[in-house]
């Protein structure tokens, strides 16, 4: 409904989009002058007229039968232009009886230096053309799509230069797939989504593909048909690519229409983008993952080498893989203070944000990120199952999980240390829920998984009791850890030191979520059914962390409520399905536990200690929002952050396992 105040005595005019075949109908007040009825007629039209001020709009006076269509045309010259915004309505329209077309709506032809304009508003530009013969003849150098004295879409203050992601290259196979007619790929802000469209330009380029492309920061449509390469903003001509079933569509930001080309979509979790995509027939979706370590620093050793690489470590370890800020906005004080902000503003609420609640995303998506997971390493398949002693991984189909974690264990802390009170009783009320289901909330469980690990850092003897059937029942045991000042991870198995507290750089790492090597493996749950993917064990056992031919104690590290009640997990694939067959060392040494975390005390640790992002990385106390609290030492542990001993040592008993009380 039009926001215009109706003057006068109101009035109906059919109108129509130059270019369109199809009428509306607007009313007006006689009264109301032609100024006023551009606005009527803008926010009617919406979208057709974003990007324009009503006043950019022109209107030419016509009278045609709605039959006659065709005509119009032919009638769109200066005598019938409406240039006095002044006049009423009612002065310029007579005898308004009937559905006879009064006026033809059309947008300023936008003129470029050196662009060529025709008459149906379709835009050359040099550089976009120039963009599109390079990267027709471009090839894939060293992970890196380089252009020559030409930027992506030929744009004047873009980049020339494209790091092309391993996910990039997974993720372009199922969008080529020519059984697929509508694809989501989603992730977090600020990970290259728009790159990974990109990208796929590139690749159609290369096929001779015809190609239309949107993007939500960009007010005009990208046209790229053989020879001819265009921009334009008239909904005529981008209608008729979108009903061709040869076209590639691709979508970036914005939800698209349900047209007959290949669409799509490349978009943040915020729902609000693909919410009626979604319920489009046959539609296909992945998530694209943030980004490792590794990835940040070898696109910052080519695109960003004059960031310190501390720097990078120490907003990696605050921001998690987000490179818009470790490396795009790594040195401006202003977006780096968004982390902060956005911890001080999330409120009691943050529970709403999870899935991609709509409720101030900038917020939500700074806090909480989208995790996926990634396929299974070459070496790691094997489906031979008739070979001796084969082990059978079956591999999920990767990038079709949704999973929630905080941004880093740096969020984690801030959030879970602010909301402690509300978290534990939401938490205490989950598991309540878990009893009796068996399953459990999992940004709740994050939450726990965050308040463990500090606890366990923090040192001291922890209360245990084996899963294992050889055990007494109700036999307590004790499992001793020593205080780690700091936060280490591996983001390489190589990378992990012995008798030292480790935890995955990758949230969703398989089998465990923390280590002491080589005998102690701990995996945080609410959940009374977490079964251990054998992959993680094996990843671990072959590169040389983990015990060989010893006991080696896996705890499950669940709240006291649920203590008394854990029994032993069973072993699954990276499909989830039961495993068949064993790693023979996996049965014979590796022995359950549950490992009791008290919440109902006060004892729960406060404080921040850095991130360590593997050996010979620190923390840059001088970073935006590096906190300065207790714990701000960088040096890593003199004793080991875990050393498991039995209280009565016998030659029956294997070193690693937690001692009797």
Not at 8 to 19: E, M
Not at 608 to 627: H, I, L, Q, R, V
Request: with cysteine; glycine share 6%; charged share 25%.
């Amino acid at each position: 409904m039009s926001t215009v105040e109706l003057i006068g005595t109101p009035v109906t005019l059919w109108c129509i989009a130059r270019g369109s075949t199809t009428a509306f109908k607007v009313t007006a007040g006689t009264d109301n002058d032609l100024s006023d009825l551009r606005e009527i007629i803008k926010e009617k039209r919406k979208p057709r007229f974003n990007g324009f001020a009503p006043d950019d709009l022109i209107l030419w006076r016509v009278n045609v039968g709605q039959n006659a269509i065709n005509t119009i045309n032919d009638m769109l010259n200066d005598d019938n232009k409406l240039l006095i915004s002044g006049d009423t309505v009612g002065e310029t329209f007579h005898g308004l009886e009937g559905r006879n077309i009064r006026v033809v709506v059309g947008v300023p032809i936008i003129e470029q230096p050196g662009a060529e304009t025709s008459r149906n508003e379709r835009i050359r530009d040099e550089d976009l053309n120039n963009y599109w013969n390079a990267i027709k003849v471009l090839d894939e150098k060293d992970l890196f799509l380089k252009l020559s004295n030409v930027n992506i879409l030929g744009e004047q203050d873009g980049t020339s230069t494209l790091f092309i992601r391993k996910c990039y290259q997974d993720l372009s196979t199922v969008v080529l797939n020519d059984a697929i007619r509508r694809i989501r790929i989603t992730g977090n802000p600020g990970i290259g989504k728009t790159y990974f469209g990109y990208y796929l330009l590139y690749l159609l380029a290369k096929r001779g593909e015809t190609i239309l492309y949107e993007n939500v920061a960009r007010k005009s449509s990208y046209v790229f048909d053989g020879e001819e390469v265009f921009r334009t903003y008239d909904k005529i001509i981008t209608d008729l690519y979108k009903s061709r079933r040869d076209v590639w569509y691709i979508v970036d930001g914005m939800e698209p229409e349900k047209v007959n080309a290949k669409t799509i979509l490349v978009c943040s979790p915020k729902k609000s983008h693909y919410a009626n995509f979604d319920k489009y027939s046959s539609v296909t979706i992945r998530y694209m993952p943030e980004w490792s370590l590794y990835e940040i620093h070898t696109c910052k050793n080519e695109m960003f080498p004059d960031i310190d690489e501390k720097r990078v470590d120490t907003l990696f370890s605050m921001w998690g893989g987000i490179p818009r800020f470790v490396l795009e906005n790594a040195d401006d004080i202003v977006q780096q203070q968004k982390l902060m902000s956005a911890v001080d503003l999330c409120g009691d609420k943050i529970f709403d944000y999870i899935g991609g609640h709509d409720a101030n995303p900038e917020i939500s998506h700074t806090i909480i990120h989208l995790w996926t997971n990634l396929p299974t390493e070459e070496k790691e398949k094997n489906t031979d199952e008739n070979a001796n002693n084969a082990i059978e991984y079956i591999e999920e189909v990767p990038y079709t999980k949704q999973l929630y974690y905080f941004a880093s264990d740096y969020v984690a802390n801030l959030v879970t240390e602010k909301f402690k009170q509300n978290i534990m009783g939401r938490l205490l009320r989950d598991i309540e829920g878990s009893l009796l289901t068996g399953t459990s909330d999992q940004f709740l469980g994050c939450c726990f998984e965050q308040i463990a690990h500090r606890m366990l850092r923090e040192g001291g003897n922890f209360i245990a009791r084996s899963l294992e059937p050889a055990f007494r029942e109700n036999e307590v045991l004790h499992q001793q850890f020593t205080k780690q000042e700091n936060i280490l991870t591996f983001s390489k198995i190589e990378d992990i030191e012995e008798s030292k507290y480790y935890q995955p750089e990758i949230k969703n790492f398989p089998s465990i979520d923390a280590i002491v090597a080589p005998k102690v493996l701990l995996q945080m749950t609410t959940s009374m059914t977490h079964p251990i993917k054998m992959v993680g064990l094996d990843k671990l056992y072959d590169g040389n962390k983990l015990a060989k031919n010893e006991d080696i104690s896996f705890y499950f590290v669940v709240p006291a409520q649920l203590y008394d009640h854990y029994q032993k997990q069973g072993f699954v694939t990276t499909k989830e399905a039961n495993v068949r067959r064993f790693s023979p060392w996996i049965p014979q040494y590796v022995k359950q536990y549950a490992l009791r975390i008290d919440l109902s005390g006060t004892n729960i640790p406060t404080g921040m200690p850095p991130t360590a992002g593997g050996p010979g990385s620190s923390a840059d106390e001088s970073s935006a929002g590096n906190p300065s609290a207790e714990g701000s030492s960088t040096k890593r542990p003199s004793e080991p952050a875990s050393t498991p001993s039995s209280s009565t040592p016998s030659p029956k008993k294997k070193r690693g396992r937690p001692r009797k009380k």
